[in-house]
């Protein structure tokens, strides 16, 4: 759902940001070719939730028809890229069912949108950028971030089961021992870290991170456009076609992960977490 209704023809560079998603969601054109999308959600630590993932989803949906939108840009505001999804309030007795509904359908829908948009994407990392947070990230050709920032994947402190098609992403990106470092040991990492790791592709200092964005912003967009959406779908059908699981693989992996959902750990993961405490896990 959109919120406000915005007419994508009608945003220009020498216009304001326009707000999508009850505002939690800002869109611009910060320069020729170049739509912005900026995640504006500072109550929450600019948290994934229904609206803004399901306006990202609509807004690259209509890009796609805009000959003009020839590089999308994502970032966030407030000094923050995103904590992930917001799932920190649900009540226990509705936690499996609602939780497991958002990461299933507007956050897979809004990551595959990302991935599937034939020009190119580019991430901007103002600030923390943090579990599903860093997979939005991750679904863009390329990442630039302030390196100062603080970039991680909670999953292993919570008791969650990450997706397989959203560890597929980042051994695509890292490689399988780089994935398991980031995942089994849950730790954060710095931005030199994760250039070194391939995980984002420049950074900037302080006060130069807007200025690197849209200078790379700028070439993407300046690039021949069949070259690019044609280079994207030759490197998007590559990794695809060494990423090819069996159906009943699959259908395990998925089960993992719903069960997950359903465990006492997990639960207890999320109160720890709230709480600032280390977990008391159980197994079950």
Partial sequence: MLGRSV???????????????????????????????????????NALDHPILDA???????????????????????????????????PDEEFEERAERLVAHPFTQAIDALQDFPLPTLAVLPGHTIGGGLELALSCDLRVALDSIKLGMPPAK????????????????????????????????????????????????????????LKTAAELAGNAPLSQTGNKRVIAALLHAEAEL??????????????SFASEDMREGMRAFAERRPPRWRGR
């Fill in 56 to 90: 990202i989803s609509a807004t690259l949906a209509e890009l796609r028809t805009q000959a003009s939108a020839r590089c999308v840009l994502i970032t966030g505001a407030h000094g923050m890229f995103s904590a992930g999804y917001d799932i920190g309030e649900i």
């Fill in 246 to 259: 069996g159906a009943d693989v699959e259908a395990e992996l998925i089960e993992l992960r719903r069960a």
């Fill in 7 to 45: 007419s994508l023809s009608r945003v220009t560079s020498s216009a304001p940001a326009r707000e999508l998603a009850d505002g939690k969601l800002l869109i611009d054109e910060p320069t020729e070719g170049v739509v912005r999308l900026t995640i504006s959600n500072p109550a929450k630590r």
């Fill in 158 to 213: 919570l008791g969650l089961v990450y997706s397989h098609t959203g560890l597929r992403r980042f051994i695509d990106a890292i490689g399988a021992a780089r994935t398991r470092e980031l995942f089994l040991l849950g730790s954060y990492i710095d931005a030199p870290t994760a250039l070194a790791w391939g995980l984002v592709n420049r950074v900037a200092e302080p006060g130069r991170l807007e200025a690197l964005a």
